[in-house]
Nanobody, 121 residues
Framework: QVYLAESGGGVVQPGESLRLSCVAS????????MDWYRQAPGKQRELVAG???????DYADSVKGRFTISRDNAKNSVYLQMNSLEPEDTAVYYC???????????????WGQGTQVTVSS
């Protein structure tokens, strides 16, 4: 079994920063792509940022220049540094990882439980 555990959400004022973390644990051979998604009330889940195992990154237009995704392959972890937060960034943020199982050597998609980020004055 594989688990994704997120942390770092909270309530901040506009212009402030937060750093989200996500660590994968369990029967893992390797972790391929790792992404952050978010879902605001009444809206569909959307991709915020993604990073490949090799470190190539991609961002939603709405967060470019404000958010930075990074990862530590040795720790099976991914991070999202969020600066200059805006009320529109308020959402539940989910970690996603594409993981090769140590048991079966097959690739599966895993999601974290989500962490709430609220930006409000």
């Amino acid at each position: 079994q594989v688990y994704l555990a997120e942390s770092g959400g909270g309530v901040v004022q506009p212009g402030e920063s937060l750093r989200l973390s996500c660590v994968a644990s369990g029967s893992i051979f390797s972790v391929n792509a790792m992404d952050w998604y978010r879902q605001a009330p009444g809206k569909q889940r959307e991709l915020v940022a993604g990073i490949t195992r090799g470190g190539a990154t991609d961002y939603a237009d709405s967060v470019k220049g404000r958010f930075t995704i990074s990862r530590d392959n040795a720790k099976n972890s991914v991070y999202l540094q969020m600066n200059s937060l805006e009320p529109e960034d308020t959402a539940v943020y989910y970690c996603y990882a594409q993981i090769v199982s140590k048991l079966s050597m097959r690739t599966y998609d895993y999601w974290g439980q989500g962490t709430q980020v609220t930006v409000s004055s």
